[in-house]
């Protein structure tokens, strides 16, 4: 796996961010983008308070989303993948439903679903779904029958192929569909803040800031959703990383013997 | 040990790979099955697993009809068998960690058919000394040579204690010396358990290695078995004489009638 961002690669980048800012600001001069050195204290000084309250909120909902995405597609990929002839069945359907932007779904999920948390959830959610349930379904697909004859040799039933062979073999698959998808579901979610609630970042950063100018407080929000999408990010690739081990044959020399 | 009734077999269309096919096989036989590529070894084999169902006829193993993989029966397939996500100590328990939660029947076993972990750390480790493999314990998959994924594969089948062997192609693509060390570790299964070994493969000198009696299989449908005694040749280290050379011109001119 390339381009794996560590925590020094990661601090570097951060040192890099924040001189570039730091010249831009200077550059522009203008309050809509403040220098560094006055957000930063503005951010830290916030973060203990309601700015980390926001950040809880927005994390909640993102997480909650995950895992309902996960739980839902998971045993339906799976389905899809063992049983070719209902999975060529509603190929098409996905198919026509996997590129459309759900956040246009947002008012017809908020008149359906009611003007809650669980709406926001359900619209996060529905763009990790289908992202993760394709995934799962061509791993599922793609396995080696041999294997499958192999293993089934061993005694195993539908639920032990499951266990430990369906299941393994499509998550270092999940997780790399997450990691995109990660970005994506911020930035609805940073959207579905705006209206129809009082917490999380999207509403911290439009409503309580941006609104009534006040524009370093605006950025130590952008900073703190910035931060909860690098620490998903980099939560999720370490958990690949320790996941794709056998891939990157580790152990030298087992040729040789 | 194994009674071949009446079988029937196609996939779907064209000519049907087994057609009214009967053959008896003893327990602790060594069989060798031969034949051109497409004639239908590997599909005995998946129906001797009971991973296929025949058309027709049926499949006797001690007694019981085949309906699906049976307990004793242990399967070791020519490659892409083994879990490359798991590593080699992984890979050779997979069978036993099945057995610890679901049933032969694929149901969550009941507690008392379930293998304590003791029982089953101490197999898997026998058989990782038995075939060499104590070194690779960690090592994945994709690491090893093909002849130590053979061998996993085989310590995988082996713990399982099966009473019947069932091999595919064991012996393709290994180099000369990995393949007689191979040949040499699944015969003297035989000399000391009661174990019945099928052997498929499409090369004539393991064949007259590997099977006691030789089953050949034609091209298109196979109405009856046409089998050749090999006692006196089979064995590796009979290799290099005159019953061998012999065997295999034996072998090579039938096979020859039937292209």
Redesign the interface.
């Known amino acids: 796996m390339k381009n794996v961002l560590d925590i020094k690669a990661a601090a570097l980048g951060l040192v890099m961010f924040v001189l570039l800012w730091q010249v831009l600001a200077w550059l522009v001069h203008r309050p809509i983008l403040p220098p560094p050195t006055a957000v930063i204290p503005v951010f830290l000084q916030l973060a203990a308070g309601e700015l980390g309250l926001h950040f809880l909120a927005s994390a909640a909902r993102v997480l909650a989303a995950i895992f309902l995405a996960i739980a839902v597609a998971l045993p339906i990929g799976l389905g899809l993948g063992l049983a070719p002839g209902l999975d060529r069945a509603v190929a098409p359907l996905i198919a026509i439903v996997y590129p459309i932007p759900k956040i246009v779904l947002l008012p017809v999920i908020y008149v359906l679903m009611g003007i809650t948390d669980v709406s926001k959830v359900f619209l996060i959610a529905l763009i990790i779904f289908f992202q993760i349930l394709v995934v799962i379904r061509d791993e599922a697909a793609k396995l080696h029958p041999e294997l499958i004859l192999s293993v089934r040799s061993l005694g195993a039933g539908r639920r032990a192929l499951l266990r430990y062979v369906y299941l393994p073999a499509s998550l270092p698959a999940v997780l790399t569909a997450l990691r995109i998808s990660v970005g994506t579901a911020i930035a609805v979610l940073f959207i579905a803040e705006q209206s129809l609630t009082t917490r999380g970042l999207g509403y911290y950063i439009v409503v309580e800031t941006y609104q009534v100018l006040r524009y370093p407080e605006m950025y130590a929000g952008i900073l703190a959703m910035s931060l909860l999408g690098l620490a998903l990010y980099m939560v999720i690739q370490r958990i690949e990383m320790r996941v794709y081990r056998y891939q990157e044959g580790g152990n030298e020399g087992a040729r040789s013997k | 040990m194994i009674e071949i009734r009446n079988l029937t077999f196609d996939y779907g269309s064209q000519t049907p790979i087994f057609e009214n096919f009967s053959l008896d096989i003893g327990r602790g036989e060594a069989w060798a099955v031969i034949g051109p590529s497409g004639c239908g070894k590997t599909t005995l084999l998946?129906l001797l697993?009971?991973?296929r169902q025949p058309g027709g006829g049926q499949i006797v193993i001690d007694g019981r009809p085949l309906v699906r993989?049976r307990?004793g029966?242990?399967?070791?397939?020519?490659?892409?068998?083994?879990?490359?996500?798991?590593?080699v100590r992984q890979n050779a328990g997979?069978?036993l960690?099945?057995?610890a939660?679901?049933g032969?029947?694929?149901?969550?076993a009941p507690a008392d058919e379930r293998l304590d972990g003791v029982e089953a750390d101490r197999r898997v480790n026998h058989w990782l000394d038995e075939l060499g493999l104590a070194?690779?314990q960690?090592?994945?998959?994709?690491?090893?040579?093909r002849g130590?994924r053979q061998r996993t594969?085989l310590a995988?089948?082996l713990a399982?204690q099966p009473d019947l062997l069932l091999l595919d192609e064991p012996f393709s693509a290994l180099d000369a010396p990995t393949r007689e060390e191979l040949e040499r570790i699944i015969l003297r299964l035989q000399e000391d358990h009661p174990i019945t070994i099928i052997t498929v493969t499409h090369d004539i000198d393991a064949a007259v290695v590997m099977g006691r009696k030789i089953l050949i299989l034609e091209d298109g449908s196979n109405r009856h078995p046409q089998v050749i005694a090999n006692e006196t040749a089979c064995g590796v280290d009979a290799s290099r004489d005159g019953a061998f050379r012999e065997k295999c011109a034996e072998l090579r001119q039938l096979l020859g009638k039937l292209v």
């Open positions: 998946y697993a009971g991973l993989p307990p029966t242990g399967l070791v397939l020519q490659d892409h068998g083994l879990l490359p996500w798991a590593n997979l069978g960690t099945i057995r939660f679901y032969s029947d694929g149901r969550h070194a690779l960690q090592y994945f998959p994709a690491t090893l040579s130590q594969a995988r089948t399982m």
